[in-house]
């Protein structure tokens, strides 16, 4: 089944910048939530808008603001005002059809990118993509997402329980911390595809593979979108050279850029594998169907000089003289048996049967 795209008319014409959500609503009601912490202390607690977050910043916390939904842009609309985002990127940012993408800006990045959850419930098994973008700064780091879940909450435990380093380093760090538990989701997916790609490499060769060819379509499909997801992430090697990333965070971003690389070669590797079975699928098919062609050719073939006796003895010609003979009948019974037992024979000799 093809993914229905959603439509663009609303946009035509309207002016640059203009926040028009595109996409469907996958979360009932806008929600936020900030998260303020620095190696002492963290809080964090529900906003009911975006005017209770005080500003200016502090200086010595870092602010994370995660906001759930993204069809009411006046939300988006005041936090871009209050921290300064470009309204070319807050458009980007509720726009739910929006390609992945790294954009670098002065005093803050932007980076658009899709989560991947498999629904392995009902058929055909299938990829559910969302999109999910963060905006980080000198001390803040603001997230957004299509729908509420529980893809940030190991990040938001380790905050609380203060494990690891995310408690003693900045934004940048943080911001690192979020891509890689989306990239980390990712390795799951490609192994519930595997094993399916699995299942069907052993499928294509059988004697009845029912289906194979819109099961490797729709597997094809999902990996192609996996790769439009990835593919652009590459370019966060381009934030090293960032005075927002820290030289201290730098390895992190590029042990993740090497995560990246792994996982597209995964796709890769899928993508020709689908391409291998779909070519042992169309053997296997040719092969059936030329068996079923050469069984047919057999049988005509005995039947040819079987037809030909037949045809002769049935012309209506008055002087014949078989027509008298009294066992004419069931000589030319004993004719056609002699005639196909000799014909099986030579087809089994020649291992044509």
């Not at 640059?16 to 609503?25: D, H, L, N, T, W």
């Not at 057999?298 to 066992?327: C, D, Q, R």
């Amino acid at each position: 089944m093809r993914q229905r795209q959603f439509s663009r008319k609303p946009k035509i014409g309207a002016p640059p910048g203009s926040m028009i959500f595109v996409g469907e609503q996958k979360a009932d009601q806008v929600t936020l939530q900030s998260i303020t912490y620095n190696a002492d202390r963290i809080a964090v607690k529900g906003l009911s808008s975006p005017d209770d977050l005080p500003m200016p910043l502090p200086d010595d916390e870092i602010t994370w603001i995660n906001v759930n939904g993204l069809h009411d842009p006046s939300v988006l609309a005041a936090l871009g005002s209050r921290f300064g985002i470009h309204p070319l990127v807050l458009e980007d940012a509720v726009n739910t059809c929006q390609r992945p993408k790294i954009e670098i800006h002065d005093d803050y990045i932007f980076v658009v990118l899709r989560t991947f959850n498999f629904l392995a419930d009902g058929a055909p098994q299938h990829l559910e993509s969302s999109q999910f973008s963060l905006i980080f700064g000198q001390n803040y780091l603001l997230t957004c997402q299509e729908k509420a879940g529980e893809l940030l909450t190991p990040i938001l435990e380790r905050l609380q329980q203060s494990k690891g380093k995310i408690r003693q380093q900045g934004s940048d760090y943080l911001a690192y911390t979020v891509l890689d538990i989306i990239v980390d989701y990712y390795f799951p997916v490609l192994e519930n595809l595997d094993e399916l790609i699995a299942e069907l490499e052993e499928q294509a060769a059988s004697p009845d593979p029912d289906h194979i060819s819109t099961r490797i379509h729709l597997l094809k499909r999902d990996l192609l979108q996996m790769r439009k997801a990835v593919w652009p992430l590459r370019e966060l090697t381009n934030l090293l050279q960032l005075d927002l990333v820290r030289p201290a965070t730098a390895p992190y971003f590029r042990d993740l850029h090497d995560h990246l690389i792994q996982i597209l070669d995964l796709i890769d590797t899928y993508r020709d594998m689908l391409e291998s079975i779909h070519d042992i699928y169309f053997s296997a098919v040719s092969l059936r169907m030329n068996d079923i062609m050469k069984t047919l050719a057999i049988i005509s073939t005995i039947f040819i000089p079987l037809t030909f006796l037949a045809g002769v003895y049935g012309m209506n010609f008055e002087h014949m003289p078989e027509l008298k003979t009294a066992w004419g009948y069931p000589v030319l019974w004993g004719v056609f048996a002699v005639i196909t037992l000799l014909m099986i024979g030579y087809f089994h000799r020649k291992k044509w049967l």
